[in-house]
Every structure is written in structure tokens, then in C-alpha cells.
Nanobody
Framework: QVQLVESGGGLVQDGGSLRISCVFS????????MGWFRQAPGKEREFVAG????????SYSDSVTGRFTISRDNAKNTVSLQMNSLKPEDTAVYYC?????????????????????WGQGTQVTVSS
């Protein structure tokens, strides 16, 4: 059974930076595409960033493009999200998710329903 454990959330000021990470276990990490989603109070969970199983493709939502960077370390079974120039509207619970690549090594999955496994989430709060 795949398990995902996020870490690194916290409180940061407007314009600051934060790096959150997710450790994958219970499966073959290199055969899973990974994604980060977030959910603010009263809002639906939304896609933030995704990376293919091969690591050679990444995709971002329009709201974070140019500010956030997703990466994966296959030696450590870890996917990370570097968040720069944070804004109060980035405040949310951030969730890590995984999906088997189905043989598509360079595909980034952007839809919530495509993902099979989810972490418990980590809170990111940006103060103004």
C-alpha cells in the first residue's frame, strides 16, 4: 500500500519562501507520476504542480507558474515543491498525490481524480 507523508509546511510572510516535501513508500516510486494540490477553506482542492515519473516533464497551474518549482529525487523517493514569492492567497493545506504512470513516462497528470493515493496534507500559511 502506497503511503505519502508530507512535511515542511508552516507560517511565512508575504513574499517569503518555503519548501515542502513528500516521502513515498510502499510502491515503486519511479513508476509513479507525482502531483501537488492545495485546498483553501471553503474551496475545492486544486492542482498546483505535477511531475512525470521520469522527471523530465513538469506542469504548473497559472497561479503559481514562475514562482513554484516541483522536483523529485528518485534516490530518496521524495518529491518537493519549492515555493517562492509567496502570497496570502497561497494559504492552504497542500497535499501530495501519486498515480501509476501506466507506461507514460513523460506524462504529467493534472486532474485530481486521476490520482490514486494522497498524503495527509501540510498547512502553509502566508501572512500579509
Amino acid at each position: 500500500q502506497v503511503q505519502l507523508v508530507e512535511s515542511g509546511g508552516g507560517l511565512v510572510q508575504d513574499g517569503g519562501s518555503l519548501r515542502i516535501s513528500c516521502v513515498f513508500s510502499g510502491g515503486t516510486f519511479t513508476r509513479n507520476a507525482m502531483g501537488w494540490f492545495r485546498q483553501a477553506p471553503g474551496k475545492e482542492r486544486e492542482f498546483v504542480a505535477g511531475i512525470s515519473s521520469s522527471g523530465n516533464s513538469a506542469s504548473y497551474s497559472d497561479s503559481v507558474t514562475g514562482r513554484f518549482t516541483i522536483s523529485r529525487d528518485n534516490a530518496k523517493n521524495t518529491v518537493s515543491l519549492q515555493m517562492n514569492s509567496l502570497k496570502p492567497e497561497d494559504t492552504a493545506v497542500y497535499y501530495c498525490a501519486s498515480v501509476r504512470d501506466g507506461g507514460y513516462l513523460s506524462v504529467v497528470f493534472r486532474r485530481r481524480l486521476q490520482y490514486n493515493y494522497w498524503g495527509q496534507g501540510t498547512q502553509v500559511t502566508v501572512s500579509s
